[in-house]
């Protein structure tokens, strides 16, 4: 390769940065003549990327790639889909779309790089720039030069300390082989029942993996006050619940394991602080740690979540040690701060930034949104950016709005109902995250998606509310759920729309007599006179087309909770009272919100 | 009213918004104490909506809606689901989500503004602030007087002047009424044949909706050389023509309507000229043009497409006057120039802009992106921003990337194949659009929508490469399509992967024997041996993993055309060539491509 070019970096940089790529092209320009080693540790997602990707650009690099499995490059997160029968053999998380499996010989023929699976990385010697490996199979150390080494490590699911956890049929979902595991317990009709410690993504999958096609009577166990924590917020986190328990999956939140039940080495069930659940199958899913003893050992900087920290061109504390995927924290985006996530698509799109560095094109990556999205049954729950709790958790001060809408134009048949929150923050206006459960389509995924690619640009809720979603009847609304969400939350951030949520509707519908609460439906009569009957002088139905003439019935002074079907039409019941200094609130989401989250007045 | 704020806005703004903002403040001020009279014409989308928002950030303000028809406020998109019998009555194009039917007393009663049907704008005096109406029931004359008036007069379609288009049963799609007609005559079996001119989104949403559940033998006639002309590229066009034809429809393009036969004053059938195609029934959809007599005889700016001018308030050259939806063009954000976008979700989003700006809450509307989505049958076709060839008409030096991916993770069940084009601009490297051809679900509006939130920012391939799509087996893949179109271009873009199109390949593939083009097909000898067979010495199959040990088979010199399933494994092969020398060429979207667009070697 006797040419190079030096590439123009579109976006904006720092004087760092311009030192780094100036000294990566003269580095590049300097060995272009030379064949480079590099040597990457880990080949499940990131690892293989990386490679490949060097490859292209390089044709002259010497790469390996090193893993201490015997089998490398599957789809981590296609394992409950295995699992659950969606796709019929393992073998079909490690092909590509043509068909081909991807073993070291793939690797080899079709991308030009070795693997040596069953060799396990012991020692990074950085002065040397060599790698101390075992080869599990013989038993034999052996030291590899490199040039540039990549840690593409991953990550371990994390085995919490409690007494019995070694028993026969307790599984974390850590990799391919322990899904052929419980894929054959469950396929040899060995289990009835079973447990998924752990109510995040993974836990849920497995959930629904046993209990849809396997009928599998099974139960989650969540430490916090909801599942999916951390995630998405409580209220969304409720509707997704209830969906799990129609599906015929029990779910317990607040609840700790405390220890499991074994006999012959084998688990039986788990008993956790408030009762004792039968089991044949436990998954322990309660979070993963990453992989960074190497990088630890080798003296590399790790940072505050545990992760080893890189720069936005993936490169760790050493200049010639890359690092990307599960065994790293990056930078937050929308908080500003750092996080820890471990995906698979962060992971191969870094990996592709790694290769493209590895062979001297600089490219960046600049962090992460946090977009998430999941299948559970006949639903979606999806978000991207900050949940509400995490973004005052870091210290914004911000409020949630909340908007029930169907994901076509309301006149089109078969549309869903998308249940969405945007998290807004005070002040700045600034949209901060959405999330949102709707139905098993693509149609949730629409709406965070165009909010997941906007949020690095700081967009405030002026920027969403004339966001130009694709409209046609089939497809979406012409004032889509995306853009109402926005201008709820400038109603409510500018003080038009004053809303409570659930839980405050529920204090304050719990406590009506003592407060002398009013709640006033403005929804027709077939909708409201039942609930006149049934809550009498706490409960006035007065339709909004009768709201202007009837104002003088509402009482001054008394608080009034405006409620509607889904929060719209007691907006605009709020701004017909503006004028008659009535003290009212509106329930966010209405009375079908509330239906939703399994709440029946 | 004795309260007001000044709002501050976050998005960027000249000084002479800065002055806008104060003045309209300051107004606010001056006649917050006043009631206010606001003045509307026209009811189907924006002006309901202006009035509505005005009304309800200022209760005092005195609102009258005027139009001359007697029905308002309908979705005027969903008229071709009217007529296919997806909505069944055409109230339900004017009802609320909550079934109130949107009628004058519906606004009066629950938003508060006075609706007068049948009444024609016929002259605005702007000096004395007042409009001269006519009650087209009592025939009499009126003068109305105003503070802000508004102008939501909307567009009509162009009647082509062609002989005896105003023959009986030849109907343009301008309104509710000739919905009712149309279907009418279908539901009553008096439509066997139809015609449709004009390939555009109306003409093709209405000949699905004839052929689809009316089972009527209908024929497409576009003038262009290709549906959905301007929209998007012939390419992607070219897909959507074969679906529609596999569902029965009939499509020519490149063909002109020279006149209509007339039988006893019915339309008979179209004289085309190259050929006569028999109807009982003819659409007229070859666009529209906004409304602007009034305002042109007002003496307000009117722009080079015809539409009328305002400014990101949506004020009109008289700053007492806004205007919005389909008589005003506006900038393209996109290109930078001005654009004409007849489009409902536009109108409805400018209305809630106007209605702020109208209560003295100063909120801009800063141009359009071109968001673009139709169903047709089973397939969904859906664009933002520029296509390749309207980027290149506006002065852009741009190319574009093809890719064919699934919307799923490869492995799971049940995927659809996206059929995707990215137009980025040379040097820049900038996103211009993206558009495509999907399965009727909204898997591909989700990759469409992402794209159209961020392209304001000017996003190069580099954000869109990293964009992060949320990923789940389910709904994404790791890579998922979007980062894969960013990938292909930069490719593209750096020089490593030197595509064809589809048309370049018909060509080179016609002249192979001249130019003795040789192809090489990298598939697995399944796929790749049967061309071998058919086309001898021009058409060779070496599958990738072969290739490194096979390139001295290659000649030197000779173009060499590599092919695959989607043109990613000849993208590699590419690679694999590069340092041999040999001069290749990538069909983009490979045979998967050919094949969806009808193309069968």
């Given at each position: 390769?006797?040419?190079?070019?030096?590439?123009?970096?579109?976006?904006?940089?720092?004087?760092?940065?311009?030192?780094?790529?100036?000294?990566?092209?003269?580095?590049?320009?300097?060995?272009?003549?030379?064949?480079?080693?590099?040597?990457?540790?880990?080949?499940?997602?990131?690892?293989?990327?990386?490679?490949?990707?060097?490859?292209?650009?390089?044709?002259?690099?010497?790469?390996?790639?090193?893993?201490?499995?015997?089998?490398?490059?599957?789809?981590?997160?296609?394992?409950?889909?295995?699992?659950?029968?969606?796709?019929?053999?393992?073998?079909?998380?490690?092909?590509?779309?043509?068909?081909?499996?991807?073993?070291?010989?793939?690797?080899?023929?079709?991308?030009?790089?070795?693997?040596?699976?069953?060799?396990?990385?012991?020692?990074?010697?950085?002065?040397?720039?060599?790698?101390?490996?075992?080869?599990?199979?013989?038993?034999?150390?052996?030291?590899?030069?490199?040039?540039?080494?990549?840690?593409?490590?991953?990550?371990?699911?994390?085995?919490?300390?409690?007494?019995?956890?070694?028993?026969?049929?307790?599984?974390?979902?850590?990799?391919?082989?322990?899904?052929?595991?419980?894929?054959?317990?469950?396929?040899?009709?060995?289990?009835?029942?079973?447990?998924?410690?752990?109510?995040?993504?993974?836990?849920?999958?497995?959930?629904?993996?046993?209990?849809?096609?396997?009928?599998?009577?099974?139960?989650?166990?969540?430490?916090?006050?909801?599942?999916?924590?951390?995630?998405?917020?409580?209220?969304?986190?409720?509707?997704?619940?209830?969906?799990?328990?129609?599906?015929?999956?029990?779910?317990?939140?607040?609840?700790?394991?405390?220890?499991?039940?074994?006999?012959?080495?084998?688990?039986?069930?788990?008993?956790?602080?408030?009762?004792?659940?039968?089991?044949?199958?436990?998954?322990?899913?309660?979070?993963?740690?990453?992989?960074?003893?190497?990088?630890?050992?080798?003296?590399?900087?790790?940072?505050?979540?545990?992760?080893?920290?890189?720069?936005?061109?993936?490169?760790?504390?050493?200049?010639?040690?890359?690092?990307?995927?599960?065994?790293?924290?990056?930078?937050?985006?929308?908080?500003?701060?750092?996080?820890?996530?471990?995906?698979?698509?962060?992971?191969?799109?870094?990996?592709?930034?790694?290769?493209?560095?590895?062979?001297?094109?600089?490219?960046?990556?600049?962090?992460?949104?946090?977009?998430?999205?999941?299948?559970?049954?006949?639903?979606?729950?999806?978000?991207?950016?900050?949940?509400?709790?995490?973004?005052?958790?870091?210290?914004?001060?911000?409020?949630?709005?909340f908007v029930v809408q169907a994901d076509k134009a309301h006149f089109y048949p078969d549309s869903s109902m998308l249940y969405m929150q945007m998290v807004v923050e005070k002040g700045t206006q600034r949209v901060l995250g959405v999330q949102g459960l709707g139905p098993n389509s693509s149609s949730l995924l629409a709406r965070v998606a165009a909010?997941?690619?906007?949020?690095?640009?700081?967009?405030?809720?002026?920027?969403?509310?004339?966001?130009?979603?694709?409209?046609?009847?089939?497809?979406?609304?012409?004032?889509?759920?995306?853009?109402?969400?926005?201008?709820?939350?400038?109603?409510?951030?500018?003080?038009?729309?004053?809303?409570?949520?659930?839980?405050?509707?529920?204090?304050?519908?719990?406590?009506?007599?003592?407060?002398?609460?009013?709640?006033?439906?403005?929804?027709?009569?077939?909708?409201?006179?039942?609930?006149?009957?049934?809550?009498?002088?706490?409960?006035?139905?007065?339709?909004?087309?009768?709201?202007?003439?009837?104002?003088?019935?509402?009482?001054?002074?008394?608080?009034?909770?405006?409620?509607?079907?889904?929060?719209?039409?007691?907006?605009?019941?709020?701004?017909?009272?503006?004028?008659?200094?009535?003290?009212?609130?509106n329930l966010q989401g209405g009375i079908g919100g509330l239906k939703k989250a399994g709440i029946i007045l």
């Amino acid at each position: 390769m006797t040419e190079f070019l030096i590439y123009t970096i579109i976006a904006d940089f720092s004087a760092r940065d311009f030192v780094f790529i100036i000294s990566t092209v003269i580095q590049f320009a300097r060995c272009s003549e030379m064949s480079r080693k590099i040597l990457i540790i880990g080949g499940v997602a990131l690892g293989p990327k990386a490679a490949s990707r060097a490859k292209r650009l390089d044709p002259t690099a010497e790469i390996t790639l090193i893993d201490q499995d015997s089998v490398i490059s599957y789809g981590g997160c296609g394992i409950p889909y295995y699992v659950s029968g969606d796709v019929a053999e393992a073998e079909g998380l490690r092909s590509t779309s043509f068909h081909s499996l991807r073993d070291a010989d793939y690797f080899a023929r079709e991308k030009g790089f070795a693997v040596r699976t069953g060799t396990r990385a012991l020692k990074i010697d950085r002065q040397k720039k060599e790698l101390l490996v075992k080869d599990l199979n013989s038993g034999k150390d052996e030291l590899l030069p490199y040039d540039k080494l990549v840690l593409a490590t991953g990550s371990t699911p994390f085995v919490p300390p409690i007494p019995g956890a070694d028993a026969d049929g307790i599984f974390s979902v850590s990799d391919i082989h322990k899904a052929v595991a419980i894929k054959s317990r469950l396929s040899q009709g060995r289990v009835g029942r079973a447990v998924v410690l752990g109510g995040g993504a993974i836990g849920l999958e497995m959930a629904e993996a046993m209990a849809d096609l396997w009928e599998v009577e099974t139960t989650v166990v969540e430490m916090m006050d909801q599942i999916l924590p951390r995630l998405i917020d409580k209220n969304i986190s409720l509707m997704a619940q209830r969906h799990l328990e129609e599906k015929g999956v029990t779910v317990y939140t607040s609840e700790r394991a405390a220890s499991f039940l074994v006999e012959d080495g084998k688990v039986t069930g788990v008993k956790t602080d408030k009762r004792t659940i039968e089991a044949d199958l436990v998954i322990l899913s309660v979070g993963v740690r990453p992989n960074t003893q190497l990088a630890r050992d080798a003296g590399l900087a790790i940072g505050s979540f545990g992760g080893i920290v890189v720069n936005k061109r993936m490169q760790t504390s050493d200049p010639n040690i890359y690092a990307g995927g599960d065994c790293v924290e990056m930078p937050d985006l929308v908080s500003g701060g750092s996080s820890f996530a471990p995906m698979g698509s962060l992971a191969n799109r870094q990996g592709r930034v790694i290769g493209s560095n590895l062979a001297g094109k600089p490219e960046t990556f600049d962090g992460m949104i946090g977009s998430f999205i999941i299948k559970l049954f006949d639903s979606c729950v999806s978000k991207t950016g900050l949940s509400l709790e995490s973004a005052k958790a870091q210290g914004f001060d911000a409020l949630a709005a909340f908007v029930v809408q169907a994901d076509k134009a309301h006149f089109y048949p078969d549309s869903s109902m998308l249940y969405m929150q945007m998290v807004v923050e005070k002040g700045t206006q600034r949209v901060l995250g959405v999330q949102g459960l709707g139905p098993n389509s693509s149609s949730l995924l629409a709406r965070v998606a165009a909010v997941a690619a906007i949020l690095k640009y700081k967009p405030t809720v002026q920027d969403i509310a004339n966001l130009e979603f694709p409209y046609a009847p089939p497809y979406a609304a012409a004032m889509d759920i995306i853009n109402v969400l926005a201008n709820t939350a400038q109603n409510i951030l500018e003080g038009r729309n004053r809303v409570i949520n659930q839980d405050e509707f529920i204090e304050r519908f719990t406590n009506r007599e003592e407060n002398n609460t009013l709640f006033v439906d403005v929804r027709a009569p077939a909708q409201g006179e039942p609930l006149v009957e049934k809550y009498g002088p706490h409960w006035l139905n007065i339709p909004n087309n009768q709201l202007r003439e009837r104002m003088d019935e509402l009482p001054a002074g008394r608080e009034i909770v405006l409620v509607c079907n889904a929060g719209s039409r007691a907006y605009d019941a709020m701004c017909i009272l503006q004028s008659s200094n009535k003290n009212t609130v509106n329930l966010q989401g209405g009375i079908g919100g509330l239906k939703k989250a399994g709440i029946i007045l």
